[in-house]
């Protein structure tokens, strides 16, 4: 199956993360684009692996272990991670491994994708060398293939990661996103959020946490502007903010690490093959 052209999205299908519909064209992009081609052998079968658990995260056999909510990664990562503005995917590999500010140390591609599990899916960091990370990682860097590398010495973004709108955040209105949630959110999302057969939830346990970066006002705001509605992101910056405001006002499940945090024992494995 190819997953760039037939599987559905996940979330915000009126708003935020994933939605469901076909993929439209990959086109090339100025910085990074979708190659032409699969690598040959084994390599091509783990990228398309990864493509398919960008895909389908909740669902899958090999990532589903690990998620506690209802999203997939390309929930927030638009078209499987190929859109170019909605937490994008192109170039993404060449900024590792990079700084954390979060962290205090250098992280690795893997580490920041064993990461989102822990946040945006609210779930369980799978082992480092496990089958899942692997495969992302491979994925993204495939979507990297031909950019330069220029590893992000300040923070774990990337070259097409989402700008913060130049607000004031704080005249962001919850009540003015309520009615603006009615007109282009409600019929995907539920009146409470809780997620319909068209978009998953946007807040409660079947969300991300308060650890993920979405909880933030302005981070979600922005990612709105460049996001929705699906195929036609055509929300003002104010409108963005607020429905931001309104969506971030509502419980979602808190992060605490070590609730997130595999045993020792089961922090990383090796899966290739034994004499």
């Known amino acids: 199956m190819n997953f760039r052209t037939t599987f559905p999205l996940g979330i915000l299908a009126c708003l935020i993360v994933g939605f469901s519909g076909t993929a439209s ?69 060449t900024a590792y491994p990079a700084w954390s500010p979060r962290e205090k140390r250098v992280i690795t591609l893997e580490d920041r994708v064993l990461n989102c599990f822990m946040r945006s899916e609210n779930g ?11 495969a992302v990682t491979t994925y993204i860097t495939w979507l990297s293939t031909g950019a330069k590398m220029k590893m992000n010495a300040e923070k774990t973004l990337g070259p ?37 057969a068209d978009g998953p939830p946007v807040w409660g346990d079947g969300s991300y946490n308060d650890g993920a970066g979405l909880s933030r006002v302005d981070k979600l705001g922005s990612w709105l ?31 605490k690490l070590e609730e997130h945090l595999p045993a020792a024992e089961k922090m990383g494995q090796y899966n290739g093959q034994r004499p």
């Open 124 to 134: 369980t960091r799978p082992p480092y060398g496990s089958k899942v990370s692997v």
């Open 160 to 196: 097409r990661h989402i700008q913060i709108l130049d607000l004031d955040w704080k005249q962001a209105s919850k009540e003015r996103g309520l009615e603006l949630y009615k007109t282009y959110c409600l019929d995907c999302h539920g009146q409470q959020g809780e997620g319909t």
């Open 225 to 255: 502007k460049v996001a929705m509605p699906l195929g036609d992101p055509s929300l003002t910056e104010q409108e963005s903010a607020d429905i931001a405001a309104y969506i971030n006002s509502h419980p979602r499940p808190q992060f």
């Open 25 to 93: 064209p990959l086109v090339a992009q100025e910085v990074g684009h979708v190659p032409d081609e699969y690598p040959p052998g084994p390599l091509g079968e783990v990228v398309r692996l990864g493509e398919a658990i960008v895909w389908e995260t909740k669902d899958h056999p090999l990532s589903q272990p690990y998620v506690g909510n209802q999203l997939n990664c390309t929930s927030c990562h638009l078209e499987g991670g190929t859109d170019p503005a909605a937490g994008s995917f192109l170039s993404t590999a």
